[in-house]
């Protein structure tokens, strides 16, 4: 899913521990599902949770929220205009792992559309939906 590597991808360059220590972000997803309406076109909508998980973390937790709202701004812009998603649904769990450091859960709602034509050929023109322009 190409979010998640979007995703993965922002968060190394914003905290530069994981450039170095990559195994300490885990990037994946749970409880998708598939949203498709019948029409001409044949496009749908993947919806998912996910789930980023920072292991034997030193950094405070707000160090690693504002890139993670700033990468929202730019690719999942509905999940801050809604509000109930905006202060329900992006969440987090932190336990310790030692006295200096500790795992860090945050789960948020993710969406990925590809719109599907007919390409006139017997085949099919795929191409993901890009996201509104930031104002």
Not at 36 to 45: P, Q, T
Not at 112 to 117: G, M, S
Request: glycine share 6%; with cysteine.
């Amino acid at each position: 899913m190409r979010k998640l590597n979007s995703l993965r991808e922002h968060m190394t360059k914003a905290l530069p521990e994981l450039a170095r220590n990559p195994e300490a972000l885990m990037v994946f997803s749970e409880g998708g599902t598939v949203a498709v309406r019948d029409g001409a076109n044949l496009g749908f909508e993947i919806r998912y949770t996910a789930i980023l998980t920072f292991l034997d973390c030193q950094y405070a937790p707000a160090q690693i929220f504002l890139p993670l709202v700033i990468w929202l701004r730019e690719h999942q812009r509905e999940v801050l205009q809604n509000h109930q998603s905006g202060t329900e649904q992006i969440r987090f769990k932190v336990d310790p792992a030692d006295i200096s450091a500790v795992d860090i859960d945050i789960t948020l709602p993710l969406t990925e559309a590809l719109d599907v034509l007919p390409d006139g050929q017997g085949g099919y023109d795929m191409n993901w939906r890009g996201e509104p322009p930031v104002p």
